[in-house]
């Protein structure tokens, strides 16, 4: 006789449903689709904050993690507590499964932010960003004006800049909100004077309209003025946030010269992405794991990212390159966006439903 199969205790169910959920979820979020959520407001307006995503990892190829050890469905921190959620006893190798493209200029990425040097390369914290320059290509900004490869660059639609408003008296939230201004987005001056507002230029027309505003200026940093917190750092380039460049974004396999003006643009990149133990630059020479190098081939391409508001954005300007290891995945679509500033039903954008992102 056959013997009867045991049925499982309800515990038993429930914990294999679990650990099954778990697997599940960790498989799609490693290999095809991972939630983020727009947090900052250096993509408004096109996204906003309170948008939730979908990022393809498809898009540009899964990436195999380079941390294992992680608890699923984590990423810094175990939820809800300071203990780390991952070991880094074991570092696997960059490799990257194929995918449908690489990463196209304007596309809109999601990236490990380079510069968190505390966490391996998969578990530094997500950005978004444009990639407004891929492998090869030359930026410059001149006067805010992004321009790429000596070409005027593309413009997001919904692309903002800082304007001082002036006005005949005091505007209160419900007037912005009237031109599309949300709370986030405008600043008062300590004096009571105008206002710091972050716009479109459809905005920015409709405020110039209204009887109440005496004067708009876009706020454009001068050409020549250096600002410290700016790439390349430790460098005399009297560059700024509207004043850039011009920078050529390195390429997998490309070679340059170590001529003083390169090892002042690739030094860091170089120190911090390529992997060598040890990089030194020393008597105006840069030293490989203490041996003199006068010439130096670039191990994987980067990246230059932008906001599209490019006066609220913490981006390439200020910390260089993105390395194409640090890629998560592209843009996709929304699935939901909320307003923390309304109630109820009116916290839900409808319009954003499952809106693609361009």
């Known amino acids: ?7 499982k205790s309800p515990t038993r169910e429930w914990v294999d449903a679990l650990v099954f ?48 050890l992680q608890v699923p469905l984590t990423h810094q921190k175990i939820w809800g507590t300071e203990i780390p959620s991952y070991s880094d006893a074991i570092q696997l190798p960059y490799y990257r499964l194929p995918g449908f ?18 966490y391996p390369p998969d578990l530094k914290t997500n950005y978004i960003k444009r990639a407004v320059g891929t ?37 209160n939230p419900d007037f912005f909100k009237e031109y599309g201004v949300n709370q986030e987005s405008f600043l008062t001056f300590s004096d009571g004077s105008g206002y710091l ?28 003025l250096r600002d410290n917190t700016i790439f390349p750092p430790n460098t005399d380039y009297k560059w700024n946030r509207d004043n850039f460049g ?14 003083q003006e390169n090892l002042e643009k690739y030094f860091y990149t170089i120190e911090h992405y390529e992997g060598h133990d040890s990089v030194v630059l020393q008597d105006g020479n ?13 191990k994987q391409n980067y990246y230059f990212m932008m906001g599209d508001n490019r006066h609220d954005s913490l981006d390439s300007r200020f910390w260089g390159f993105v390395p194409e290891d640090h890629i998560v995945g592209k843009a996709w679509f929304l699935w939901l966006s909320l307003d923390k500033y309304e109630s109820m039903f009116n916290k839900i954008r409808w319009s954003r439903f499952f809106k693609g992102i361009d």
């Open 1 to 7: 006789m056959s013997k009867t199969k045991k049925k």
């Open 21 to 68: 959920a778990v697997v599940a979820a960790s498989l799609i979020r490693w290999l095809l689709l991972e939630p983020f959520t727009i947090p900052t407001a250096s993509m408004e307006k096109s996204l906003l904050v309170g948008d939730f995503l979908f990022v393809s990892k498809m898009h540009y190829g899964t990436r195999i993690p380079k941390t294992p």
């Open 101 to 118: 493209t690489d990463v196209q200029r304007n596309d809109v990425v999601v990236f490990n932010y380079p510069v968190e040097f505390q």
């Open 135 to 171: 492998p090869g290509d030359v930026i410059e900004i001149k006067l805010g004006e992004l321009i790429v490869n000596g070409e005027q660059a593309f413009k997001p639609e919904e692309m903002q800049y800082s304007y001082d408003v002036i006005s005949n008296r005091p505007l």
């Open 197 to 224: 507002v972050f716009a479109t230029d459809e905005v920015i027309s409709r405020l110039e309209s209204s009887p109440v505003v005496t004067s708009v200026n876009k706020r454009i940093e001068r050409a020549g």
């Open 246 to 259: 011009p920078l050529k974004v390195p390429t997998e396999g490309e070679t340059i010269q170590l001529t």
């Open 286 to 298: 840069l030293l490989i794991d203490g041996q003199k190098v006068d010439s130096y081939t670039f």
